[in-house]
């Protein structure tokens, strides 16, 4: 059973950094792209990076490019989004995701407040 657990958002100031962590379990993990998404509230869903399972290649939004960097950790079987440069618009909730067997996987998400 796919299960997949953020961690690391909270409150920051403007201008400063927070790393998320989602830790997977259920699937191989090794062998699956995965993806950060967030929303805002009254804003869809976005999705912001993503990270394959081969080499591997990371893509992002161009709200984020450039001040957010994705990474994956096979052996703990964990991706990372570290932000750095945070504006009161990346105020969201942050999901993880991957997709197997054509289904969507999220998890609970983690909130990140960007304010002074």
């Known amino acids: 059973q796919v299960h997949l657990v953020e961690s690391g958002g909270g409150l920051v100031q403007p201008g400063g950094s927070l790393r998320l962590s989602c830790a997977a379990s259920g699937f191989t993990f090794s062998y699956s792209a995965m993806r950060w998404y967030r929303q805002a509230p009254g804003k869809e869903r976005e999705l912001i990076a993503e990270i394959t399972s081969n080499g591997p290649v990371t893509t992002y939004a161009d709200s984020v490019k450039g001040r957010f960097t994705i990474s994956r950790d096979n052996a703990k079987n964990t991706v990372y989004l570290q932000m750095n440069s945070l504006k009161p618009e990346d105020t969201a909730v942050y999901y993880c995701?991957?997709?197997?067997?054509?289904?969507?996987?999220w998890g609970q998400g983690t909130q990140v407040t960007v304010s002074s």
């Open positions: 995701s991957t997709r197997r067997a054509l289904r969507d996987y």
